[in-house]
């Protein structure tokens, strides 16, 4: 009987222990790993010396002014060592809120327009044409704004604010209601005038962003919605638009990274002023990226550090942007494969 317990435990423990089975990596796929590796490497290290570089030629600006100060203060004397970055920062901030509130519906009803209801015959034209307008230059929409956009926009800019002026960032300073002979220079050269031309400019790269996700809705959750009776837009509804949450939200946020940083066309269109300016409809606004371009090239030695300062808190800013944008998306369930 003994002997027999030690016979089956010694046929046990010769059983052979299951291996987990790895892929065979060849020649050309450890080449490709280290190449994508280095490719990931380089791009994080690209993104780090550009702000180191920053930061050390803008070391002497923050040191005289103080972190602080330099983003509380509104005005921009450089060469008096009074200078602050609330008022072009502030400028920023509304340009892209006006943008964003603009371009979201824009893109989102472009991308469902494409991926769900276009005839397949005319989805690729469409996204070529979306596609061309992100490769329109930004001066080309910046000129556009100036010349045409401007002045067809200053009755929509009167009439927002005649009628919904008790909102404080809608109304106008030196204008009443109703009043035929206000002066249209008032309305141009606005937040609201750039924050269109933006918006025409970041809405492409939402909708692209947000058609790829939304074409990627499992096909067996489209048939479910439509075995159950739902109509086109109870499909969209109960199916696309939950599963590309994360691509809206993405999407919206990486348009709002390029609508922060956007020069030449803000450039352009605005009237630039240093100090804080919340009436969007109100002639006179600043962003930070205009500043750089603006005082660039009469810039002293301190003066160009200040800059390069105020470069830093706007590439931290739109660092900030697309990370959390790259994080929702990646914890969204968009690309999750249907079950059925």
């Not at 010769?14 to 987990?20: A, D, K, L, Y």
């Amino acid at each position: 009987m003994v002997s027999a317990l030690k016979g089956s435990a010694g046929a046990e423990s010769e059983r052979p222990v299951p291996r987990r089975p790895s892929p065979a990596r060849g020649l050309g796929d450890r080449i490709f790993r280290v190449q994508l590796t280095a490719s990931g490497v380089i791009v994080l290290a690209i993104m780090a010396a550009v702000g180191l570089f920053l930061l050390l030629r803008a070391g002497q600006a923050l040191r005289t002014r103080g972190v602080w100060d330099f983003l509380t203060t509104a005005q921009w004397q450089p060469d008096v060592h009074s200078f602050g970055i609330a008022a072009v920062l502030t400028g920023t901030l509304l340009i892209a809120a006006v943008a964003v509130t603009i371009s979201v519906p824009l893109a989102l009803g472009t991308a469902l327009f494409i991926s769900d209801i276009a005839p397949r015959t005319l989805r690729r034209t469409l996204v070529s044409m979306v596609d061309l307008m992100a490769a329109v230059p930004s001066v080309v929409y910046g000129l556009w704004g100036l010349f045409f956009l401007q002045q067809h926009v200053i009755g929509l800019s009167r009439w927002l604010s005649d009628w919904f002026g008790w909102i404080p960032f809608l109304h106008v300073d030196g204008t009443q209601p109703g009043e035929p002979l206000a002066s249209q220079s008032v309305y141009t050269a606005s937040t609201f005038v750039a924050g269109i031309v933006v918006a025409l400019m970041v809405a492409p790269i939402q909708c692209s962003v947000m058609r790829e996700v939304f074409a990627q809705a499992p096909a067996g959750e489209r048939e479910g919605a439509y075995a159950l009776g739902a109509t086109r837009w109870g499909m969209i509804r109960a199916v696309v638009l939950p599963y590309g949450m994360g691509g809206i939200i993405g999407g919206t946020m990486l348009g709002l990274g390029r609508a922060l940083g956007e020069t030449i066309a803000v450039y352009l269109i605005i009237s630039p002023v240093f100090t804080i300016q919340p009436h969007i409809l109100q002639t006179g606004s600043n962003s930070v990226s205009s500043l750089i371009a603006l005082h660039y090239g009469d810039a002293s030695t301190f003066g160009m550090s200040a800059l390069m300062a105020a470069g830093l808190a706007l590439f931290l800013l739109t660092l900030a942007v697309n990370f959390t944008a790259s994080s929702i998306v990646a914890r969204s369930r968009s690309g999750a494969q249907s079950e059925a």
